[in-house]
């Protein structure tokens, strides 16, 4: 059963297709700093070529530059592009970004859930202590006694799987691998 409500954050070619997805069982806050981005979507029309209009006008989401509306959800998705520098190394600019964007309106119980491509280790060193320092939870992890405590938040990973421009193997038709920091974390990412 999906959750209330989720966001994502970041509508490119791996984030729109999630918010899609989701948008069709359930309202989606659909947040993006771009804001032609934004309208070309509101009209319809994706630049990427991964949804079509009709798959824009069947889901129902918020498509919103407002970092405030991202209070309404409970589960975060974080789906933002990590390229490469021209050193050959992660540019993480874009993901902390959107990260401390989440950290500003997380609450306790939310889960934030990274779908960008990140090397091991990135969500829990360089993700959660900054999710910790902008939104004064605790990062519950491990044997953390659930996912809704009093002053806690949890994570999960489900790297993208998105192969831009084939129809055949999309989002919602690939077998996804998910994680969580909590037993409670990793059923509630398993079960979106």
């Not at 004064?136 to 998105?162: A, Q, V």
């Amino acid at each position: 059963m999906l959750p209330a409500t989720v966001s994502v954050v970041g509508l490119g070619y791996v984030g729109l297709p999630v918010a899609v997805a989701f948008g069709k069982y359930r309202q989606v806050i659909a947040f993006d700093v771009n804001a032609s981005r934004l309208e070309e979507l509101r009209l319809g029309y994706d630049r990427t070529g991964e949804i079509s209009t009709e798959e824009l006008q069947q889901a129902d989401l918020l498509l919103t530059e407002n970092p405030a509306d991202l209070r309404q959800a409970s589960i975060h998705i974080i789906a933002v592009p990590t390229p490469i520098t021209h050193a050959k190394q992660p540019d993480l600019t874009l993901l902390l970004k959107a990260t401390e964007t989440v950290g500003k309106i997380l609450k306790a119980g939310d889960l934030v859930i990274y779908e960008s491509t990140v090397y091991p280790g990135c969500t829990e060193e360089d993700c959660a202590p900054l999710l910790e320092k902008v939104s004064g939870l605790k990062y519950l992890k491990g044997t953390d006694i659930g996912s809704t405590g009093s002053n806690g938040f949890t994570l999960g990973y489900s790297p993208e799987r998105i192969n831009p421009c084939d129809k055949q193997h999309t989002f919602t038709t690939i077998r996804k691998i998910v994680s969580g920091s909590t037993p409670v974390a990793l059923e509630q990412a398993a079960d979106l």
